[in-house]
Nanobody, 121 residues
Framework: QVQLVESGGGLVQAGGSLSLSCAASGSIRSINAMGWYRRAPGKQRELVATITSSGSTNYADSVKGRFTISRANANHTVYLQMNNLQPKDTAVYYC???????????????WGQGTQVTVSS
């Protein structure tokens, strides 16, 4: 059984910082990429940032220069450092494990339960 558990959301004032973390646990053989997505009220889920197993990163234009994604492959953990947060960043943030392969060789995407980030003006 594979689980993704996120932590670190909360309430912060505009200009502040928050860090999110997501740990994947279970019978994991490998994970292609890990990333963060978000869904703001009344909007569709959107990509925030992704990082491959080799460390290549991809960011949404709206967060470039403010957010930093990193990954610890040894314990299947991904982090998101968010600086200079703005009210437009308010959303539920979801962790994603892309093409996670288990020890039984099955493979699919997995999602965390989501963590709320609220930025007040």
């Amino acid at each position: 059984q594979v689980q993704l558990v996120e932590s670190g959301g909360g309430l912060v004032q505009a200009g502040g910082s928050l860090s999110l973390s997501c740990a994947a646990s279970g019978s994991i053989r490998s994970i292609n990429a890990m990333g963060w997505y978000r869904r703001a009220p009344g909007k569709q889920r959107e990509l925030v940032a992704t990082i491959t197993s080799s460390g290549s990163t991809n960011y949404a234009d709206s967060v470039k220069g403010r957010f930093t994604i990193s990954r610890a492959n040894a314990n299947h953990t991904v982090y998101l450092q968010m600086n200079n947060l703005q009210p437009k960043d308010t959303a539920v943030y979801y962790c994603n494990a892309d093409r996670l392969r288990t020890t039984s060789w099955s493979m699919r995407d997995y999602w965390g339960q989501g963590t709320q980030v609220t930025v007040s003006s």
